[in-house]
């Protein structure tokens, strides 16, 4: 029974991580806007917020990172390396910080998405051609991503706190 | 207590050590080109795509019903305005067809070989990359034909190659990418160059013979020198010619096809080589 329910939990997870990213790119798609949100940097951030337990975050922040690595094109373990470190710190900020302030998710989301764009680019840099990595609105693409993510990380948040509320 | 906090923090650091190596060698095994990862992607592709094939569908249907059943209003009068255009567009093809009757005849009498693009395979855009590099998914694949390196274009222009193909669906790297150049020749002067994805919605002037009489405007065609897009193809439009920076000036190109908005893309799967030199056996005096 309890292996069962181990299973299911997975499967969830599975299915949801999945989702993300199958979600993440039919919008890139439909919606250009939607190009400028990371979900997968959103579903670690906040997996590592709420669960508070750095092995699965290390876990999903893997498995997310790989995922949009092999459906991009780009360079296989540079989005899951840096998925899996923002996975990790967030984490480790839910056990020892009061990520329930919106004042810190704020920051953590905004810095988390800063950080996974420098560092992607620093990976793509380091094995890639040295020539004309980024374009020159490379710095404003970043901060405009990194303003869309922690504002839909927050309502995805607050969606989460209202779902504890209500549980409890 | 603190001896307990250590040991239960152990395995935290054991999993994090073991992830990052994990994506290190799979980052350092590219950069050295040890081992083809190439089957990492397949495998995912493969696995991934027809989520995503089925979504693009649904919303395709959810799209065509709205606008089939529900958006009505105003049908009739653009019924009437595209009979208009229609009319007016079957003249223009009548005299693009005498034009051509008349280039045909030219090129005949020149000894010229045909031109083309050789075998086009109509495939549907189902997804842009999750990871904001400047790649599609469509659902064609290598049953179909495709490998890497085949040229993805649309009528307006050239839209990119693929780089990666599993069995039904392939990833197109857009021209736009940081990682992508494009052999080209001006339209005007034929002066042949290489333009650069910037990973921006321009490209950029890599190389040209002559830069002096660029001009914003001046159209730049595929030139065929790569061995990946066929010859003649509508690549950019200039919008901006810069100060020198070291020896070229730098020189912003729009892309001719509107590469935010694709939903049909073609792939040449056969390339027809145009070659434009005169055959001394075929060429005939004309009186």
Same mark, same amino acid.
């Given at each position: ?17 999945i ?61 899951g ?29 905004f ?55 209500a549980?409890? | ?19 990052l ?122 049953v ?25 669906? @392939?990833?197109?790297?857009? $021209? ?5 150049? &494009? +052999? *080209? ?5 034929? #002066?042949? !160059? ?28 595929? @030139?065929?020198?790569?061995? $990946?897009?066929p010859?003649?193809?509508? &690549? +950019? *439009? ?5 100060? #020198?920076? !070291?020896?070229l000036?730098?020189?912003r ?17 056969e390339r ?16």
């Open positions: 029974m309890n292996r069962i329910t181990t299973l299911g939990l997975f499967g969830r997870f599975a299915t949801a991580l989702g993300v990213v199958v979600i993440q790119g039919i919008l890139s798609f439909k919606f250009k806007v939607f190009g400028y949100f990371d979900l997968p940097l959103i579903c670690c951030v906040y997996y590592g917020f709420t669960l508070s337990n750095p092995i699965a975050s290390i876990v999903i922040g893997s498995s997310l990172g790989l995922m949009q690595d092999s459906l991009s094109g780009g360079i296989l373990g540079a989005n390396l840096s998925k899996t470190l923002i996975a990790f710190l967030a984490a480790s900020a839910g056990q020892k910080f009061a990520v329930d302030q919106l004042i810190t998710r704020v920051f953590a989301l810095l988390f998405s800063l950080g996974d764009d420098i560092l992607v680019t620093i990976l793509a840099l380091v094995v890639g051609p040295t020539s004309n990595p980024t374009y020159s609105g490379a710095m404003g693409s970043w901060l405009l991503s990194a303003t869309f993510n922690t504002l839909f990380g927050l309502v995805l948040f607050g969606y989460h706190d209202r779902w504890r509320d549980t409890t | 207590m603190s001896r307990i906090v250590v040991a239960s923090k152990k395995p935290v650091w054991i999993a994090l050590t073991v992830a190596v994990i994506h290190i060698a799979l980052i350092s095994l590219q950069g050295h080109r040890r081992i083809d990862t190439g089957f990492i992607r397949v495998w995912v592709l493969d696995s991934l795509a027809p989520l995503e094939k089925l979504a693009d569908r649904l919303l395709f249907g959810a799209r065509q019903a709205w606008d089939r059943y529900i958006v009505l209003v105003g049908v009739h009068e653009e019924n009437l305005r595209l009979k208009r255009e229609n009319d007016e567009l079957r003249m223009q093809v009548i005299q693009e067809q005498e034009a051509i009757a008349e280039a045909e005849r030219i090129r005949a009498l020149a000894g010229f070989k045909p031109s083309g693009i050789g075998k086009p395979l109509i495939a549907r855009v189902i997804a842009r990359d999750p990871a904001r590099s400047q790649t599609i998914t469509i659902d064609k694949g290598r179909h034909g495709l490998r890497p390196d085949i040229a993805v274009i649309t009528p307006a222009g050239v839209v990119g190659r693929v780089i990666q193909s599993s069995n039904f669906f @392939s990833i197109v790297q857009l $021209i736009i990418d940081s990682q992508s150049a &494009v +052999g *080209v020749m001006l339209q005007s002067t034929r #002066r042949q !160059g290489i333009l650069k994805g910037t990973g921006g919605p321009d490209l950029d002037l890599d190389y040209i013979d002559d830069d002096n009489d660029l001009k914003e405007g001046d159209m730049f065609l595929t @030139s065929g020198g790569d061995r $990946i897009y010859k003649g193809m509508p &690549v +950019g *439009v200039i919008t901006s010619v810069g100060a #020198r920076r !070291g020896l000036k730098v020189v190109v729009r892309p001719s096809a509107d590469l935010g908005r694709l939903e049909e893309v073609m792939c040449v799967i027809q080589e145009k070659v434009d030199v005169v055959d001394p056996t075929q060429v005939q005096a004309v009186p």
